[in-house]
């Protein structure tokens, strides 16, 4: 059965403290891998896809990097607008006609002025 | 850049009674997903439509239904609302093979 575990499920950091998220996965077949940041209330919105061990990508102060079995989103110099949960998703590739995302619990941010 | 739109945002019903969610993709996104996110929970996945068939069915109730139109906009529809129902109720639009999904601002819905 596929599953995505994430951690930590809270991480309080001040601000311009490095520090990276975690995202283990187990599937039969990886698709693709998601990174979404969801504020309070909002819906998740897209940050990242990672398709294969190796693949970095970036965006401001975030870097994701993925292996065969987890994937880190790396956080540079965090301000406290990057304070939300970061949710983590992927897609299996013998699901079938269907791309539905299976999600982890998230990570819960909170960045410190 | 258009987003997704979701209808109403904010949505309060009686147990036992009816409720219906509209969702209208970004122009040009042929696929559309339901998902359903809990008080402190991760978004569960409910069923999918592409090109205005039924693609996938999740973790559904068999009291919700869904349809995808002509128009590629999309409704659920809840009945016998429980208080379980209460959530967050997500649409993620897409087009073709593009694997990323984009999301609706939700839809609040309180069951009492």
């Known amino acids: 059965e596929d599953q995505v575990t994430q951690s930590p499920e809270a991480l309080r950091l001040q601000e311009g403290e490095s520090s990276s998220l975690n995202c283990s996965y187990t599937?039969?077949?990886?698709?693709?891998l998601f990174w979404y940041r969801q504020d309070p209330g909002k819906g998740p919105e897209f940050l990242f896809t990672?398709?294969?061990a190796g693949e970095e990508k970036e965006k401001e102060r975030l870097k994701a990097t993925l292996t065969k079995k987890e994937s880190f989103l790396h956080i540079t110099a965090p301000k406290p607008e990057d304070s939300a949960t970061y949710l983590c998703?992927?897609?299996?590739?013998?699901?079938?006609?269907?791309?539905?995302?299976?999600f982890g619990t998230g990570t819960l941010l909170a960045v410190q002025p | 850049a258009a987003g997704v739109i979701q209808s109403p945002r904010h949505l309060i019903k009686e147990k036992r009674e009816t409720a219906t969610l509209k969702c209208y993709p970004i122009?040009?996104?042929?696929?559309v997903y339901w998902y359903q996110q809990g008080p402190g929970q991760d978004p569960q996945f409910l069923i999918s439509?592409?090109?205005?068939?039924?693609?996938d069915k999740g973790s559904i109730p068999d009291r919700f239904s869904a349809q995808q139109f002509s128009d590629y906009h999309s409704e659920l529809n809840m009945s016998s609302l429980e208080l379980g129902d209460s959530a967050l109720y997500f649409c993620?639009?897409?087009?073709?093979?593009?694997?990323?999904?984009?999301f609706g601002p939700g839809t609040r819905l309180t069951v009492t």
């Open positions: 990672l398709y294969s």
């Open positions: 599937v039969s077949g990886l698709r693709g």
């Open positions: 122009p040009r996104h042929d696929t």
């Open positions: 439509f592409y090109e205005k068939m039924q693609s």
């Open positions: 993620a639009t897409t087009f073709g093979g593009l694997r990323e999904q984009y």
């Open positions: 998703a992927v897609q299996d590739s013998q699901g079938g006609a269907t791309n539905k995302l299976i």
